[in-house]
């Protein structure tokens, strides 16, 4: 995808979406989605992180960096192959506008299950053909992580370093004798990936035909308990039994006094240097199979990162260290080709993360939120942003609009409504219509945003475990006149089709 073309699109989770089955998947819902993308004059579709969800059913903490997330597989697809019979909704059905996960995923997971005993019971020999070619395409990832589920799912998510000491550090005969005693696990695993790969494909093929690009989101980071980590624990700091020498996370700031220990362990930038970052082309690779362009998370991490000790139970503890820098995308462009990366430069910047991002060509992130606390010289304001920028009026991460709005001090709604021309009811127009009127090459909007919600729809609260990830709108609250208004918006400035705006 060309970064440097004008266009407009939506920030929207795939789990968000409508549909009976108790979050957003694959399914029909998605296509009409896309239907009201291109309808609205959107070119651009933004995800979170596909990957597989993990601790607070968050999309950041995934299992593997590799595997695609299996509640995200639609039903529909599987019906119409024979191998699912029409799956039958708890009594009561679901919430139609929140994703209750303690709830929706154990009756997924019985669906797929359902589907993959289908599928090995009377596939014919086409779909068995397709499947066997997947599974061998994608072994380099496929075999460990299926392999890394099939040990887990018995033991109940049990952490990896406390398996038994020869699985947990793969002794070949341990291997060896998994394979065999969870053939039949294992080979659920695969099924449930290559439907994933089969339907995101599919999707982002219809998207692409509609002129809606899909926008992937990458975390820089894996989870300690996790595929990746399991498979090359070399390629990370950790001591002999595997526990995390030193974790991820950033320092104490003004809006937290003990900093944020994520707890991800952090590479070992030497070895990965020393095969030529293939783990990262890799993964790279991956994401371009199934989006046209990807965000990756905390891109400052490249620059330099934050080390936390393994044993501080809190971020105050810390340095700062150097990152492997340009010679990593080197690395992977030399093999890829030139990346179309969108470089998530928020929060504590330094010049060498500018330096890095602009060295490699990718456009940063403006929030245009955060532009109102300081004068008409803060750079988030649109009047400062440069053309290569991803414009945003806010992000997953954020109040929705109108949110920000009731919360704001006296001060920043008085500037905003000033700066902006607007008040409390089209705040969330007058934000959308200066992203898209600014010079910024993208500019996206949280579909919250679209449709001008209040707090209670925002889909994170950063910091807090439980109760995020899990807002869905349904179609009642979309009606005609915001994919009108965007639009006519996206259109007027130069971002969307002209016909939408309907001049005589």
Known sequence: MDLTQRTAGVLLHITSLPGPHGMGDFGPDAYRYVDWLASAGQGLWQLLPTTPIGPGDSPYQGVSAFAGSQWMVAFEPLVAKGWLAPPRLPEGGFDAHHVDYGRVLPWREQQLRLAAAGFFAQAGAADRSAFADWCQANASWLDDYALFMAIRSPLNGQAWWTWTPALARREPAALAAAR??????????????????????ALKSYANGRGVRIMGDLPIFVAHDSADCWSRPDLYHLDEQFQTTVVAGVPPDAMSTEGQRWGNPLYRWDRMAAENYRWWTARVKRALSQADVFRIDHFRGFAGYYEIPGSSPDAKQGRWVAGPGKALFDAIEATLGKLPIVAEDLGFITDDVHALRD??????????????????THEFLPHMWP?????????????????????????????????????????????????????????????????????????????????????????????????????????ASGRGPLALLQLP
């Open 180 to 201: 065999l005693s969870h053939a039949e696990e294992l080979r659920f695993w695969q099924f449930v990936q290559w439907q994933f790969d089969v339907q995101i494909g």
């Open 359 to 376: 060295g490699c060509g990718f456009p940063g992130m403006k929030i245009l939120q955060f532009g109102f606390g300081g004068d008409a």
């Open 387 to 491: 053309r290569a920028s991803v414009a945003y009026t806010g992000t997953h991460d954020n109040d929705t609009v109108r949110g920000w709005w009731d919360a704001a001090s006296a001060r920043e709604r008085a500037y905003a409504g000033s700066y902006l021309a607007c008040g409390a009811h089209d705040v969330h127009w007058a934000m959308i219509r200066a992203c898209c009127n600014s010079v910024a090459n993208i500019a996206v909007f949280p579909m919250q945003d679209v449709l001008g919600l209040p707090s209670a729809h925002r889909m994170n609260i950063p910091g807090i475990l439980g109760g995020n990830w899990g807002w869905r709108f349904s179609w009642d609250m979309v009606g005609a006149e915001p994919g009108r208004v965007l639009g006519v918006i996206s259109a």
